[in-house]
């Protein structure tokens, strides 16, 4: 129930305002007008392109910080329950709020940690092309392919730890992530089923409660409210 409160109290807000940006993008990507060139080229010819853009990128903002701030919010929650220690949702959700911006800062520094593993093995493929093999060059894409797909993997899933360890220790950055590498060393089959796991879990449960909603919806008369109100109950939802 705790858990449940902190999630909802974050979720719900943004939901709603998703839900309203949404339908504010559908209105305006309606008066959007294009005009085609003999030469086959598409000029968008209305001024409501920056509102478009700038809407979707409130999205993205809004969904990502709901999501840092309900996942170190959940962390937190679960943890303390683990440790036996007492919890209540003010406090986690005051905690979550203190911390979010060293959940943010791990998040970042694993999107980076991934670059040079994808610019070191797209390099491998322009060295094979430049062979002007093709034996080369299938090579080349099976070991970027099995190679960089598996260490990514095997990284991000070794780095999952690192919010938790944020949430609950006094590691923060880089020391979160070496902590989380520390933690799944021996144990990363373990962490990556129970992620697998959880994924599959909430994948089924809100591809049925979306069809629910959507089904709701679908009696309500206007389409772009109905739209918007519906994109805001899966952004709860997820």
């Not at 979306?210 to 919806?217: R, Y």
């Amino acid at each position: 129930l705790t858990l449940s409160k902190a999630v909802l109290v974050v979720a719900a807000p943004a939901a709603v305002l998703l839900g309203l940006i949404t339908m504010s993008i559908s209105a305006t990507a309606s008066n959007i007008t294009t005009t085609t060139s003999p030469f086959n080229t598409t000029t968008i010819t209305s001024g409501n392109l920056e509102t478009l853009l700038g809407g979707e990128l409130a999205i993205v903002v809004i969904s990502f910080l709901a999501t840092s701030l309900a996942t170190a919010v959940c962390f937190r929650v679960v943890g303390n329950t683990y440790l036996g220690q007492p919890v209540e949702w003010r406090g986690a959700l005051r905690f979550g709020l203190a911390r979010l911006g060293s959940v943010i800062w791990v998040q970042f520094l694993i999107a980076l940690a991934t670059v040079p593993i994808g610019v070191v093995f797209f390099l491998i493929i322009i060295l094979g092309l430049l062979t002007h093999s093709g034996a080369v060059v299938a090579l080349a894409i099976i070991v970027t392919v099995i190679g960089g797909g598996g260490l990514l993997i095997w990284f991000n899933i070794a780095a999952r730890l690192a919010i938790p360890i944020v949430m609950l220790e006094e590691a923060r950055g880089v020391a979160a992530i070496r902590r989380s590498l520390t933690l799944c060393r021996g144990t990363w089959w373990s962490v990556f089923g129970t992620q697998f796991l959880a994924w599959l879990l909430v994948a089924i449960a809100s591809s049925v409660i979306a069809a629910l909603f959507e089904a709701l919806l679908s009696f309500m008369r206007s389409g772009t409210v109905g739209q918007g109100f519906l994109t805001a109950i899966t952004q709860l939802i997820t």
